[in-house]
Nanobody, 127 residues
Framework: QVQLVESGGGTVRAGGSLTLSCVLS????????MAWFRQSPGKEREFVAA????????YYSTSVRGRFTISRDDAKNTVYLQMNAMKLEDTAVYYC????????????????????WGQGTQVTVSS
């Protein structure tokens, strides 16, 4: 019922910035939260940031807090991830996700809680 399409991936120098977009379509009224995850080769999918419409709140992993910002444009049904002061460790495939279930902050950080996913977009940070 919900489709997600990501864009904005690419290559950026360490210390630079990049913004990702995720456009939602379908039955978006049934979505309680949006989140960004990332995954690099040989590693598990890692939580990056989340947004809750219910609480109008944002949540970030400790590794990106202070550098990344999740935001949305409800008129465009789009969620953004603004990444600043990027590090080599930020290199990964980034995925946007949505949940149709009401959960806690801890649950929003778990990939298994989200039932809608985008195809992912590659982000590479170079030195």
């Amino acid at each position: 019922q919900v489709q997600l399409v990501e864009s904005g991936g690419g290559t950026v120098r360490a210390g630079g910035s990049l913004t990702l977009s995720c456009v939602l379509s379908g039955r978006t009224s049934g979505t309680y939260a949006m989140a960004w995850f990332r995954q690099s080769p040989g590693k598990e999918r890692e939580f990056v940031a989340a947004f809750s419409w219910r609480l109008s709140a944002t949540y970030y992993s400790t590794s990106v807090r202070g550098r990344f910002t999740i935001s949305r444009d409800d008129a465009k049904n789009t969620v953004y991830l603004q990444m600043n002061a990027m590090k080599l460790e930020d290199t990964a495939v980034y995925y946007c996700a949505a949940s149709s279930s009401l959960g806690s902050i801890a649950e929003y950080t778990k990939p298994s809680f989200h039932n809608y996913w985008g195809q992912g977009t590659q982000v590479t940070v170079s030195s």
